[in-house]
């Protein structure tokens, strides 16, 4: 279709001074740190102030746009600085492939969707191939659009959580979706998340299977909960009162003893709860 391929486009302020060819290589190579053998063709377009960069490959041309994040600053020759916008060269038609989807939800809702992210030309159902048994869908949809701008690699649709891929496409967090990292490097995520860990090698599966923290703890497993918040002491193992009442738990024979009136006055408890014995 004669669109460009595995190209970064620089696109520069219209209102900030012009740049000679030779600063645009210099710029290149202090800001954007790419190494000769990186590029493929330099193409300057002075009156629309772009600079077209085409790099060897779409995995090389990928990790240069999550290093750069958008755009970089140009200190001109007069100490006046202007921010460049970095990015995917012209998008264009781009098949993206949206796994996840339920087959319920009807085609006008997956074209909302995607219209946020450019304008869609046709709706797809891929088929399983001729190597499989039965010719029939996959449960993707192939979503053939004009893109805009980029499409997250996880989204909500209809209430279900799909994925997205298309050629060129940037990864995206899975915590909160914004572009240019992944989620083991998000600032969001939770730090507090609880963890298991156990002298026995346990595994998460085993832990879930035997129970809460609580259900652990009564039956006596030796099981640690890691979290961020302050541990709380279990309560103390209770008492006998020491009003001379005993509970039902106790080991003492008090079967002739029913309140506490029917103590004699000159009685009463020993520290450790018990009841002396002053028959004869």
Same mark, same amino acid.
């Given at each position: 279709?004669?669109?460009?391929?595995?190209?970064?486009?620089?696109i520069?302020?219209m209102?900030s001074p012009?740049?000679?060819?030779f600063?645009?290589h210099?710029?290149?190579?202090a800001q954007l740190?790419?190494?000769?053998?990186n590029?493929r063709m330099?193409?300057?377009?002075?009156?629309?102030?772009?600079?077209?960069?085409?790099?060897?490959?779409?995995?090389?041309?990928q990790?240069i746009?999550?290093?750069?994040?958008? %755009?970089?600053?140009?200190?001109?020759?007069?100490?006046e600085m202007?921010i460049v916008?970095?990015?995917?060269n012209?998008?264009?038609? $781009?098949r993206?492939?949206?796994?996840?989807l339920p087959?319920?939800?009807?085609?006008p809702?997956?074209?909302?969707?995607?219209?946020?992210y450019?304008d869609v030309?046709?709706?797809?159902?891929?088929?399983?191939?001729?190597?499989?048994?039965y010719?029939?869908?996959?449960?993707?949809?192939?979503v053939?659009?004009?893109?805009?701008?980029?499409a997250?690699?996880?989204?909500?649709?209809a209430?279900?959580?799909?994925l997205?891929?298309?050629?060129g496409?940037?990864?995206s967090?899975?915590?909160?979706?914004e572009?240019?990292h992944?989620s083991?490097?998000?600032?969001? $995520?939770?730090s507090?998340?609880?963890?298991?860990?156990?002298?026995r090698?346990?595994?998460?599966?085993?832990?879930v299977?035997?129970?809460?923290?609580?259900q %652990?703890?009564e039956?006596?497993?030796?099981?640690?909960?890691?979290?961020?918040?302050?541990?709380?002491?279990?309560?103390?193992?209770?008492?006998?009162?020491?009003?001379?009442v005993?509970?039902?738990?106790? %080991?003492?024979?008090?079967?002739?003893i029913?309140t506490?009136e029917?103590?004699?006055?000159?009685?009463?408890?020993? %520290?450790?709860?018990s009841v002396?014995n002053? $028959?004869?």
């Amino acid at each position: 279709m004669g669109e460009r391929q595995n190209t970064i486009v620089c696109i520069f302020d219209m209102r900030s001074p012009r740049i000679t060819a030779f600063n645009v290589h210099e710029w290149i190579h202090a800001q954007l740190r790419l190494q000769e053998d990186n590029i493929r063709m330099i193409q300057i377009d002075g009156p629309r102030r772009r600079v077209y960069i085409k790099i060897v490959s779409a995995e090389r041309m990928q990790s240069i746009l999550q290093n750069i994040q958008g %755009q970089q600053e140009y200190k001109h020759d007069n100490g006046e600085m202007s921010i460049v916008k970095v990015e995917l060269n012209g998008m264009g038609v $781009r098949r993206v492939r949206v796994a996840g989807l339920p087959p319920e939800v009807k085609e006008p809702v997956l074209r909302d969707a995607m219209s946020k992210y450019g304008d869609v030309k046709v709706i797809q159902e891929e088929q399983w191939s001729n190597q499989y048994r039965y010719k029939v869908s996959n449960g993707v949809k192939i979503v053939e659009l004009n893109l805009k701008k980029h499409a997250p690699s996880h989204m909500f649709i209809a209430g279900h959580r799909v994925l997205t891929t298309y050629e060129g496409q940037l990864p995206s967090c899975y915590n909160c979706n914004e572009q240019g990292h992944h989620s083991v490097e998000c600032s969001y $995520r939770r730090s507090s998340t609880p963890t298991y860990t156990s002298n026995r090698a346990e595994s998460w599966a085993h832990a879930v299977k035997h129970g809460t923290r609580q259900q %652990q703890e009564e039956g006596g497993r030796d099981i640690t909960y890691v979290s961020n918040e302050p541990d709380i002491e279990p309560p103390a193992k209770e008492s006998p009162p020491s009003d001379g009442v005993v509970g039902t738990h106790s %080991q003492c024979d008090l079967t002739q003893i029913s309140t506490k009136e029917t103590l004699p006055s000159t009685i009463s408890p020993k %520290q450790d709860g018990s009841v002396p014995n002053h $028959r004869n």
